[in-house]
């Protein structure tokens, strides 16, 4: 298969010399039995680290080195004769960018998964960011390219956290569909660190069913930059430290367009996608024991759509039908976002450590509609043997729509807290407190008019038999509007909360054990409710193989409602609207063995999920609507598998699967448990690396996505006859790479010498160019009194050029 991909020649370097040098870990200290290959070439270092290694002629230009409970390496060998001599560091990472059970994270037993911030550049299609690589562990699920968010365990986008620099940030709250989205918070250029948990997580993070998303920024060592640009915008970073080694910044700036990707949808017209953001880390140590930071953002998204005319195809082929949409009208939609955190830490000793920070987000945003649609529906010709196959051959009917919407929101959220750590023998207690002040204004005003061979859909006519046996159908004075709301709301209230969490590591006959239990509470003003949350982990490390972990998690997930869960389908706020609450069970086993000589990580973990005081919802492809009535019971549960490695030396793939239900029961509707919107039964991703053996500069990124189709019914209609699948969920994205200047290797070239890394990717989206579905246009016919659910596909087969710079 790699050689199928990557069918690309390069001249064979021609040169020999000797390589003479050391490898050392991260502490400087030699590491014996590395093994080095080049070529046919190997070596072993002694218990010195040093090493002495022949480069044949026919070298391929490169040095690949590694050992077991150590990142695979590249060196690339410079273009001189004779004696070279080298100093190889080695990265200690026994689990291969997952869970380091030996590290001081309170949560590592409850299954936080640490991920490589160097797959980030890795990532081929729409999304190459973190959300990109978070979708392809097993449970997460992304519905569209063109939205970053993400269901975990079968729990809703509102379920998630995420935290940057300990901060949590928001997403904006009115968007409804993944072309308004735009640019996420997070800043892959500007990432450090990435920890994620999608259940069972520690009492350290915040009040929500589902998973947690843990961000932490570069603080710069040195002068250090990234450029990236493709066809769907471009970013630039760049981060530097002053000469005293105080003061530390690293801003970013992005710009996208998502105009490459509506040019791939079934409606055309002229549509504006510009969005932008900027984002500035600093900080200052002012002794060596205090330093203090400051996190700011400000994002624009700007999307806007005349649309001119959609023509969708879609049944079967024997019952092959068209949609024919011509619009008139205009969308505007805008959301502006601000964002700021300040931080200081102090460190009296070195095992205390305190911080207090403080942060406000404001959100502004609209959305304007006054759309008018007019549309048929038609037979295609199947005769593959006539000459208007393809063709519409009849008419079934015809009608028309008109969207109005007049919506804003003004969303300001400003808190305060306290968090701290002290170590005491081999124990850590963590502690935290926070007060938060919410205030939010919302104008929710939009209607819908429904017609179809010219009656309302609401309207039901009287009918009259006259002579002849014709029916006359007789028109009432009023007709009713299909949808209206128009409702004003203002809700201020504060939350206050805290935590504790005792991490407690102990060995008894060379087995290793490691407890982390934890408390978590919250008081909202709103509700008048106050909810304590226990949590707590275990896990083991069998002395009798210390290649297994097993680990156990369990704890209850208070989450009490956002603005969201509190507003209903008509727009009015729920005054007595109560937590939602998940159980959660999480029983899970980690295994490290070698293969290709190599090693590799499977990662099992089977769950339950007890949930009570839901809020049901319905979903639109991005937007949620919620009843905002605790009036369901739930469950979820589920098994996953991850396999994780270097398939390829040097490089880290995985795959993942999982097997899920998520369902609930809605009281009052006497139909028992239902799927959830988000039931979508299995998920399959790969992400996976590779490169030509003898030329490493050609490289190949797979990211492969597969799940299940998503539960949906008619609009205004009850859940339970939500009983229609939509089709799975397929696409493979595929980039190739060609390195053009190589980190650590030397050139002669001024403009290389100035630059680390360069190289330029052309990257071909949804290649297999599956039509995947993200949700469903229902129309009428009031001939046939028949209801047509016309899928809204997403993206065809696309190619993208992608540049990428670092210096």
């Known amino acids: ?229 493709s066809l769907l915008g471009g970013q630039l970073a760049v981060g530097g430290r002053s000469p005293d080694e105080r003061f530390t910044a690293m801003g970013g700036i992005r710009y996208r367009t998502n105009r490459l990707l509506l040019g791939a949808l079934d409606t055309d017209g002229d549509f504006t996608s510009n969005f932008f953001d900027a984002q500035l880390l600093m900080t200052y140590a002012i002794t060596d024991d205090w330093k203090v930071n400051f996190l700011g953002n400000l994002a624009q998204n700007d999307y806007r759509v005349k649309p001119g005319t959609r023509n969708t195809q879609f049944g079967s082929f024997q019952e092959a039908l068209q949609l024919t949409v011509f619009f008139d009208g205009q969308e505007n939609y805008d959301y502006t976002t601000a964002f700021g955190a300040l931080s200081t830490e102090y460190q009296p000793h070195e095992d205390l450590s305190i911080s207090f920070y403080t942060s406000a987000y404001q959100t502004v945003e609209r959305e304007f509609v006054d759309v008018i649609g007019l549309y048929r529906i038609g037979d295609l010709n199947t005769n593959l043997g006539s000459d208007e196959f393809g063709e519409v051959s009849a008419i079934r009917g015809v009608g028309g729509f008109h969207q109005y919407a007049r919506n804003t929101l003004d969303a300001i959220i400003f808190n305060a807290g306290h968090r701290g750590v002290y170590h005491f023998g081999n124990n850590s207690l963590y502690w935290g407190t926070r007060i938060q002040r919410e205030d939010i204004e919302d104008r929710y005003k939009e209607w819908e008019y429904i017609d179809s061979a010219g009656y309302s859909v609401n309207h039901e006519p009287t009918s009259i038999l006259i002579s002849g046996g014709d029916t006359v159908y007789v028109s009432d004075e009023q007709l009713e509007i299909w949808q209206n709301y128009d409702t004003r709301a203002a809700v201020t209230s504060w939350r206050t909360t805290g935590y504790l969490e005792l991490v407690t590591p102990w060995e008894h006959n060379e087995n290793q054990f490691r407890l982390n239990t934890g408390v978590r509470a919250q008081y909202w003003s709103w509700s008048g409710q106050t909810t304590i949350s226990p949590r707590a982990s275990l896990s083991w490390r069998p002395a009798a193989s210390n290649k297994w972990l097993f680990k156990f998690a369990s704890g209850f997930y208070h989450q009490h409602a956002f603005y969201r869960e509190m507003r209903d389908l008509e727009g009015d706020v729920n005054q007595d609207i109560r937590a939602q609450l998940a159980i959660h069970y999480v029983a899970g086993a980690k295994y490290n063995f070698e293969m290709f000589d190599r090693p590799f990580i499977l990662n099992t973990e089977a769950y339950y999920k007890d949930m009570d005081n839901l809020i049901p919802y319905e979903m639109d492809n991005v937007r949620i609507r919620y009843s905002a009535q605790n009036n369901a019971v739930g469950r979820a549960y589920g098994v996953e598998t991850r396999i994780n490695g270097e398939f390829v030396k040097g490089v880290e793939s995985w795959a993942s699967l999982a097997l899920f239900r998520v369902q609930e029961d809605i009281e009052g509707d006497n139909s028992g448990y239902i799927p959830r919107p988000t039931d979508q039964l299995f998920n399959f991703a790969l992400f996976f690396q590779d490169y030509l053996p003898k030329y490493p500069t050609f490289r190949v990124n797979i990211n492969l996505a597969v799940t299940g189709g998503f539960p949906f019914g008619a609009p205004q209609t009850p859940r339970e006859t939500h009983v229609f699948r939509s089709p799975l969920y397929r696409r493979l994205d595929v980039g190739f790479i060609k390195v053009l200047r190589v980190k650590d290797k030397e050139y002669s070239n001024a403009f290389y010498r100035n630059i680390d890394e360069f190289w330029i990717s052309l990257e071909v989206f949804n290649i297999l160019e599956n039509r995947n579905t993200v949700s469903y246009l229902w129309v009428r016919d009031i001939s046939t009194a028949n209801q047509y659910a016309v899928p809204n596909y997403l993206t065809q087969r696309l190619v993208n050029l992608r540049v990428h710079v670092s210096f």
């Open 1 to 229: 298969m790699r050689y199928t991909l990557l069918l690309l020649l390069l001249p064979v370097f021609g040169f020999g010399q000797t390589l003479i040098g050391t490898v050392q870990d991260e502490e400087g200290r030699g590491v014996e039995q590395v093994l080095l290959e080049c070529g046919s070439e190997k070596a072993f270092t002694e218990e010195d680290g040093s090493f002495t290694l022949e480069v044949p002629p026919s070298s391929p230009g490169y040095l690949i080195y590694g050992r077991l409970g150590y990142r695979t390496d590249t060196f690339y060998i410079p273009d001189v004769t004779g004696e070279y001599r080298v100093q190889l560091e080695l990265i200690s990472n026994a689990t291969i960018g997952d869970v380091n059970v030996d590290a001081d994270r309170p949560d590592n037993p409850g299954g936080t998964v640490e991920l490589d911030n160097r797959n980030l550049a890795a990532v081929a299609g729409p999304q190459s960011s973190v959300e990109g690589l978070i979708r392809t562990l097993p449970g997460v699920i992304g519905r569209s390219e063109f939205s970053s968010q993400y269901n975990v365990r079968g729990g809703s986008f509102d379920e998630n956290l995420v935290y940057v620099n300990g901060i949590e940030v928001y997403r904006p709250f009115l968007v409804r569909a993944g072309q308004q989205e735009g640019l996420s918070f997070i800043n892959p250029d500007m990432v450090e660190n990435i920890e994620f948990s999608a259940g069972g997580f520690s009492a350290i993070y915040g009040d929500k069913m589902s998973s947690v998303l843990d961000i932490t920024y570069k603080e710069p060592k040195d002068f250090e930059g990234t450029f990236r640009g």
